[in-house]
């Protein structure tokens, strides 16, 4: 009896990890730590985000070099206003406080490194950014920032399941816009389908043209530009999924000398 019911506690324990295995494997998204932080708090007022960055001592400008000083679109969230830009990371106005609050992966600014706004509401901030030639380690990213925790986090990888696998083919083009160009560079995309997994820096996904809220799940959408349905590719995850990695990246508070 001692041996069966030993025998039917290792089939039990075997079953709660098998179990804890399948919850694992049901995640639709897949966030990894990011290296943005907070670099600067500066006061300055004007718009130009390179002159923002001298100031802040983000960049020495050399001679007469022109810097891309441009906001790469505004959203308001949080209480902020927040603006991508060409090298001065993600950008947040208080207007409260009246001061510029500057993230980014490192110190430097870095003259035309693209980061652009995908989406926000109350709770998110989806932000991309690509390859820079004076950078060759950094690698395109889709991050997202969680007001609610406070927190930086890259989208590593999201779930192939409900997704659209399109890609470039040219006689289609010449099918639907005979006057069409193509890309100068081609993709497909269908081969995701038979993964489990979507890795967006590998795949190049991380650029999507549009991320929309459909009830609590976050969907992403890609060439929608050419309007040709055999071209256009779609990821999507679960807001809930997304919450709970931020908790797992987060760490536990103390109290009492105990985690929690």
Not at 10 to 18: E, I, K, R, S, Y
Not at 125 to 136: A, E, L, M, V
């Amino acid at each position: 009896m001692r041996i069966l019911a030993a025998c039917w506690l290792v089939l039990g324990l075997a079953h709660l990890c098998c179990w804890a295995e399948d919850e694992a494997d049901r995640r639709s998204v897949r966030l990894a730590p990011s290296q943005f932080r907070l670099i600067r708090e500066v006061d300055f007022e004007g718009r130009d985000l390179f002159e923002l960055a001298i100031k802040a001592g983000m960049y020495s400008r050399k001679g007469n070099e022109y810097l891309p000083g441009a906001e790469r679109g505004a959203v308001s969230a949080g209480g902020r206003t927040w603006h991508g830009s060409n090298g001065v990371g993600l950008v947040a106005y208080d207007p409260g406080m009246k001061r510029y609050y500057v993230y980014y992966f490192q110190e430097q600014a870095i003259p035309g490194h693209h980061l652009d706004i995908i989406h926000a509401d109350d709770e998110f901030i989806f932000f991309s950014y690509g390859y820079h030639k004076d950078w060759p380690d950094v690698r395109g990213s889709l991050e997202v920032y969680s007001l609610k925790f406070n927190r930086f986090a890259r989208v590593e990888a999201v779930s192939t399941t409900g997704g659209k696998f399109g890609a470039f083919l040219w006689d289609v083009l010449k099918k639907e816009n005979p006057l069409g160009i193509p890309p100068q560079m081609g993709w497909d995309e269908r081969n995701l389908a038979g993964r489990d997994w979507a890795d967006l820096s590998e795949s190049r996904l991380f650029r999507p043209d549009r991320i929309v809220d459909e009830g609590g799940v976050f969907r992403f959408s890609y060439h929608l530009g050419w309007k040709i349905d055999e071209f256009t590719t779609a990821l999507q995850f679960r807001k809930n999924d997304l919450i709970k990695e931020f908790e797992r990246l987060s760490p536990k508070k103390t109290v009492g000398g105990e985690r929690h």
